[in-house]
């Protein structure tokens, strides 16, 4: 299959974001906003965050001990998700947004998300509907539609903290010794100006933090099941980690974790078992019919596969 496919304009509109990579639905365009993410997401830009990632997931270690000493369940699905809010926070914007703070694990911050996915299937019919509501009073949007308005106000909390990013001082940013992703495009050599415009950052900044946090959360929540529902898996698990780690104060990097060969297939089975996107993800050929067996795509049709 020809790998200049676009993205398919009726399924991809759903978040109301075609700014944003993730709803860019020209491939030509979509390789040039693609292109300038990828930096970001090399091992060598994800090594000099890895610290950071280690320093939340230590946040998230202590307030499960203090849960588990006052005898309080801990609620995985939201748990897993603040952990990933907060990582994708400070990669995109240098400053976390801290639900592993919050008292309620961030459930007021994933409603609004889930609102968006329950909005979805509608914006789908009505590419509109996500500016409309953008453009209306606010009061307007909390009597008509309050789920709407959650969305809303998620959105703004991304422009603003899209703002605050890019108003703040070089020096400061600089001194991070890893790239702040949003920072990052808005200088980026490989984006023409029209694709550095506030708008267009904000959106993006958007699109990384749904894309980075959901899925994440997801797959650590679906194979931290499995990993209990399993004894035997569990057991095997523990063991190789207690070899490979004899003081937990010195957790090992990343690249030797990965070395660990029960560790591994435990994430590529929790990535399979989690399935990263629900639905196919459908694409078109605009110029050109496609042959497929015995059969004629024409130009135009979109065709996706699970
Ligand atoms: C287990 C983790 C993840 C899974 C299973 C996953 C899966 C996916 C899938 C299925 C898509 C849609 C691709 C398409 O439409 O063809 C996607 C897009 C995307 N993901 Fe992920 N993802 C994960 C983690 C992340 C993380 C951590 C980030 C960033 C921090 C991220 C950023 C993106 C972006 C920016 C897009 C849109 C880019 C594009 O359309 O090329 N993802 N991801």
Not at 50 to 58: E, M, P, R, T
Not at 263 to 285: D, F, I, Q, T, W
């Amino acid at each position: 299959m020809s790998n200049r496919l676009d993205k398919s304009a009726y399924f991809y509109c759903m978040l109301g974001n075609p700014k944003a990579s993730f709803g860019t639905i020209a491939a030509d365009l979509h390789r040039i906003r693609r292109g300038a993410l990828n930096p970001f997401f090399s091992q060598q830009a994800v090594a000099k965050f890895s610290g950071h990632v280690q320093a939340i997931v230590d946040r998230f270690v202590d307030r499960i001990k203090s849960c588990a000493e006052r005898g309080e369940t801990i609620p995985l699905f939201y748990a897993y998700r603040c952990v990933t809010v907060d990582i994708i926070t400070e990669y995109i914007f240098g400053h976390q947004f801290n639900l592993l703070d919050r008292a309620d694990w961030g459930r007021d911050f994933y409603s609004a998300w889930r609102s968006l996915w329950e909005l979805s299937p509608t914006i789908r019919q009505f590419p509109w509907m996500m500016d409309a509501f953008m453009a209306m009073p606010r009061w307007f949007t909390a009597l008509t539609n309050p789920k709407a308005l959650e969305v809303v106000d998620l959105f703004s909390d991304v422009d603003e903290q899209t703002k605050i990013l890019l108003s703040s001082d070089l020096k400061q940013i600089e001194s991070k010794p890893y790239p702040i992703v949003v920072w990052g495009l808005s200088k980026s050599d490989l984006l023409p100006a029209s694709e550095k415009t506030f708008t267009r950052l904000a959106v993006e900044a958007n699109g990384l933090l749904a894309a980075g946090f959901e899925t994440t959360g997801a797959v650590l929540t679906h194979t931290t099941y499995h990993i209990l529902a399993n004894p035997e898996v569990h057991r095997k698990l523990l063991a190789e980690l207690a070899e490979a780690i004899p003081d937990l104060d010195h957790i090992p990097g990343f690249q030797q974790l990965e070395q660990l060969s029960y560790l591994r297939a435990v994430v590529k089975e929790g990535l399979r078992l989690a399935v990263g996107a629900y639905s196919r993800l459908p694409r078109v050929n605009p110029s050109g019919d496609m042959q497929y067996g015995n059969w004629v795509i024409p130009a135009g049709v979109s065709r996706s596969l699970s």
